[in-house]
């Protein structure tokens, strides 16, 4: 079983920036699709961004496009979510999760216990 | 995009109690569709894809079924692990993939 744990979380200002790590282990990050999925403080889920396996594209919400950046660095078995521009409807629960191998579609099965990210001043 | 709406937004129910949960698509999505089960303070957890295939791992008191835009998540008998957070996802276009509000199932 693949498992997931994102870092990299904490307090951000208005307009700056953060990274967020998605390191794995038993997780040769290239073989999956992995995607962000972000949870407001008691809110529902929201989809933020995916990257493909090998090869494969970037795909980003409209809410966070053209701020946040998506990326792997499969030598170290890392995905990364690097957020500029930040604010304060971005405060979150950040969740990086894999894409289930069986299927065509989205299911994502795997999943990391999540990281807060705060955006105030 | 699609929008994906969930009702009831929140249930009371017994350990023991059948329980019904209804997912609502906008436009067509086929089989494509997938419930989670969040319990407080966890990560979402994957139960059914497929509209009604289950996830190893998952008890048999779960099941999904429907298809095109209406869905239906059941669980049959109710059990004190089972009182989370249920989550439908549309996985027939893409991106974006969207979810449900959510349905909170609550002790009575």
């Known amino acids: 079983e693949v498992q997931l744990l994102e870092s990299g979380g904490g307090l951000v200002q208005p307009g700056g920036s953060l990274r967020l790590p998605c390191a794995g282990s038993?997780?040769?990050?290239?073989?999956?699709?992995v995607h962000w999925v972000r949870q407001a403080p008691g809110k529902g889920l929201e989809w933020v961004s995916a990257?493909?396996?090998?090869?494969?594209?970037?795909f980003y919400a409209d809410s966070v496009k053209g701020r946040f950046t998506i990326s792997r660095d499969t030598s170290k078995n890392t995905l990364y979510l690097q957020m500029n521009s930040l604010r304060a409807d971005d405060t979150a629960v950040y969740y990086c999760?894999?894409?289930?191998?069986?299927?065509?579609?989205?299911?994502?099965?795997?999943w990391g216990q999540g990281i807060l990210v705060t955006v105030s001043s | 995009d699609i929008q994906m709406t969930q009702s009831p937004s929140s249930v009371s129910a017994s350990v023991g109690d059948r329980v019904t949960i209804t997912c609502r698509a906008s436009?067509?999505?086929?089989?494509?569709l997938v419930w989670y089960q969040q319990r407080p303070m966890k990560a979402p957890n994957l139960l059914i894809y497929?509209?009604?295939s289950l996830q190893n791992g998952v008890p048999s008191r779960f099941s999904g079924s429907g298809s095109g835009t209406d869905f239906t998540l059941t669980i049959s008998s109710l059990q004190p692990e089972d009182f989370a957070t249920y989550y439908c996802?549309?996985?027939?276009?893409?991106?974006?993939?969207?979810f449900g509000g959510g349905t909170k199932v609550e002790i009575k």
């Open positions: 999760a894999t894409k289930m191998l069986l299927t065509s579609y989205v299911a994502l099965d795997n």
């Open positions: 038993r997780f040769t990050s290239g073989n999956y699709a």
């Open positions: 990257i493909g396996s090998s090869g494969g594209g970037t």
């Open positions: 436009q067509y999505v086929g089989d494509r």
């Open positions: 497929g509209a009604s």
């Open positions: 996802q549309q996985a027939a276009t893409f991106p974006p993939l969207t």
